[in-house]
């Protein structure tokens, strides 16, 4: 018998009893990640990351720069699907105050960005909202940086505007005319108030009730100054109540 050790053949390996260990056999199925509950874009540890660069910066350009990139990850968050993780990550950004002056380039702030977040997640996380943030979102939050006086004079220069058209040069309802359109033109200018004042922000009910308000005033105005009939006066209330809305909330 011959005392020369038997070679294996290349490529044969080792056996796992000579190794001393088990061998991991790969996989012949592709690797995939696993599934994440926060969506495939959403990184709470970037969202993190990202309010802490926007609350250091020293100019505000990049202050707001930072800002819209994490409006889009807080977008991206509510994208997922609703989860304990995302909610509570949500909570603990507005509670903390840590999103307070946190504003994009376009102008919308990253507080009403993660309220809008929540609200999208769904029962029961969209119940977890608080009041003030709701309220915050829908453009009312006396506390912020927009001037509070502004949609409360819009709406009272309005209704003054009206009352003053009935005390001053009521429409002649019992000739008929022109009385009757006059008086449906006012009502329908208070309810383009409505949206245009409680509407969130940049919203298309709140867009589309200063679009009304707009052309309804214009058309009174044109009554009253043009036409030479009634109107002026609740026409021109609602012009200047639009331009104080239109005016920058800043």
Known sequence: MSDTPRTRPPGSGSRPSESGEDAELPSLAPWEPPASPLGPEADPGRVLALVQDARMAARDADRARVAGALNQQLDALAAGGGSREVADLL???????????????????????????????????????????????????????????????????????????WLLQPPPLEQGGLGLPLVLLMGLSLLTLVPALLGPERSASQRAGLLGLLALSLVQLYLGVFGGYYGALSGGAGLLAWLLLMLPRR
């Open 91 to 165: 909570e603990q950004l507005l509670e903390s105050g840590q999103l307070a002056g946190l504003e994009d380039p376009g102008g919308r702030t990253c507080r009403a960005a993660a309220t809008e977040a929540l609200t999208r997640l769904g029962f029961p996380y969209a119940l977890e909202v608080r009041p003030e943030d709701l309220a915050f979102l829908r453009g009312q939050d006396g506390a912020s940086r927009e001037f509070p006086w502004m949609s409360t004079a819009a709406g009272a220069l309005l209704v003054a505007g009206i009352a003053a058209q």
